[in-house]
């Protein structure tokens, strides 16, 4: 824990805005993301604090939002014959292709989703469809739209098939739908802006690809529903909230968590998940107080979050 604390505090004096920090966790949200659509378990703090992986935690954290010296990092992990079983060593070669694609190397992107495909024994696992997601992203860098949208497709045929979480059918979804609309094509860019639209009434964050767009829909649905019992308005809150932060105005975004977290503590109703709602809340404030250079808050922030987490799984 301590050496996490101190990883956690290091990386935060060298971030500068929201997207700075996206940009330093991306790798933890995509292993976190992949590990759950192969394996269908949620990897979680607790994991990472416990060495699941049998790396340290904080050579990890020192190398996060640095994509060269990452992509160096986890090369080496891979030729260490104990760190990752199977599914990690499947997920680790994904996220070396996502940081050589953020580095704009496309064709060393793509040598890695390739090794990673080729150690998947099923081309209708799902994760093959999240690799296919991110072969699509490639080809939008590229500008061959058409090849792009062969990749979402794949990808949206195998999420559905295989009934995926439909956050990450939302999101795929719009993409296509983008796509569409640059083509001029309005009726099919409408068709799957709807079925996005859909999904998203389930969702805490909307799919959107503009944040802004995000930011004005709940806003209006804070605003002007009036049958809004105090539980659901809490989780508006908490959904204006990450837009703001996402946008850098950090001061309005903690007011509006607080708020959230006041309602969520009268009105959390007992059968909703204690540990989803809750610790998303203090993740989500920690990331404020961090970014705002007020660490101490920050990890109790975050500290309430692990212990939170640690506390609801088995010994």
């Known amino acids: ?55 340290d935690i904080y050579n990890l954290l020192t190398v996060l939002g640095d994509y060269r010296n990452a992509i160096e990092y986890y090369k080496q992990l891979l030729l260490e014959e104990h760190v990752f079983d ?36 099923n081309n209708n ?35 559905t098939n295989q009934e995926m ?9 719009r993409k296509i739908s983008d796509i569409y609309r640059r083509q001029n094509n309005h009726e099919d860019a409408s068709f799957y802006a709807t079925q996005a639209d859909e999904i998203d009434q389930q969702l805490r964050q909307r799919s959107e690809l ?12 804070l605003t002007t529903t009036s049958d809004h019992s105090q539980y659901q308005r809490a989780d508006l ?16 975004s903690l007011e509006i968590f607080l708020e959230a977290a006041r309602l969520f503590k009268t009105h959390l109703p007992t059968s909703d998940n204690f540990n989803q709602k809750f610790c ?8 404020i107080h961090f970014m705002s250079k007020d660490y101490f808050k920050a990890l109790i922030m975050l500290k309430k979050s692990i212990d939170i987490r640690i506390s609801s799984y088995p010994n």
């Not at 935060?12 to 933890?28: G, R």
């Not at 979480?165 to 979804?173: E, I, K, M, P, Q």
């Not at 204006?240 to 105005?249: A, D, F, P, T, Y």
């Open 125 to 159: 696992n799902p994760l093959v469809g999240e690799i296919y997601n991110l072969r699509g992203d490639i080809y939008i860098e590229l500008n061959d739209l058409q090849m792009a949208l062969t990749c979402y497709n794949d990808a949206l045929r195998i999420f």
């Open 237 to 252: 809150l908490y959904s204006i909230g990450i837009c703001l932060s996402r946008n850098n105005k950090y001061r309005e």
């Open 280 to 287: 998303t809340l203090y993740d989500s404030m920690a990331l």
């Open 1 to 55: 824990m301590e050496r996490f604390m101190d990883g956690v505090k290091e990386q935060m004096n060298y971030v500068t805005s929201w997207d700075h920090l996206f940009m330093k966790i991306n790798d933890l949200l995509l292993f976190g993301k992949c590990h759950k659509i192969l394996t269908n378990k949620s990897f979680s703090w607790k994991d990472i604090i416990t060495t699941a992986i049998n790396i």
């Open 210 to 221: 503009d944040i802004e767009t995000s930011l004005e829909y709940f806003r209006n649905q």
């Open 86 to 121: 199977d599914s990690q060593r499947i997920i680790t070669n994904i996220i070396i292709g996502n940081n050589y694609f953020h580095l704009k190397e496309y064709d060393n992107a793509e040598v890695y989703y390739s090794v990673a495909l080729s150690l998947l024994d």
């Open 165 to 173: 979480n439909t956050r990450y059918v939302a999101r795929v979804c």
